[in-house]
């Protein structure tokens, strides 16, 4: 059951910007921490971003450290992950995550509910 929708993936220029949104699909759940994890191809799914829902605490991967920006919208119960300065290496599938602990955990095995994630491509 996919539980959280993601939307903005798309191709885009080395240097250029995408905006990747994330929204529950159906019933609103209660989670402490959302974030954002990607997968390369022949890579292992890794953390690139997370927030705190409550006071929008944040914690990013080092590869994409001043250049992505985790942001939340309460009232729209929505995650956003700003992307800028895009490199051929950001080039994955995307997936949002929502873990109900309290620790801004950079595990997979912490989130419980995951989205079907969206393909962002960086051209060279």
């Known amino acids: 059951q996919v539980q959280l929708v993601e939307s903005g993936g798309g191709l885009v220029q080395a240097g250029g910007s995408l905006r990747l949104s994330c929204a529950p699909s159906?019933?609103?759940?209660?989670?402490?921490?959302m974030a954002w994890f990607r997968q390369a191809a022949g890579k292992e799914r890794e953390f690139v971003a997370g927030i705190r829902w409550s006071e929008g605490s944040t914690y990013y991967a080092d590869s994409v450290k001043g250049r992505f920006t985790i942001s939340r919208d309460i009232d729209w119960n929505t995650v956003y992950l700003q992307m800028n300065s895009l490199k051929p290496e950001d080039t994955a599938v995307y997936y949002c995550a929502a873990s109900l602990g309290g620790i801004l955990s950079t595990e997979r095995r912490d989130y419980r509910y995951w989205g079907q994630g969206t393909q962002v491509t960086v051209s060279s």
């Open positions: 159906g019933r609103t759940f209660s989670r402490n921490v």
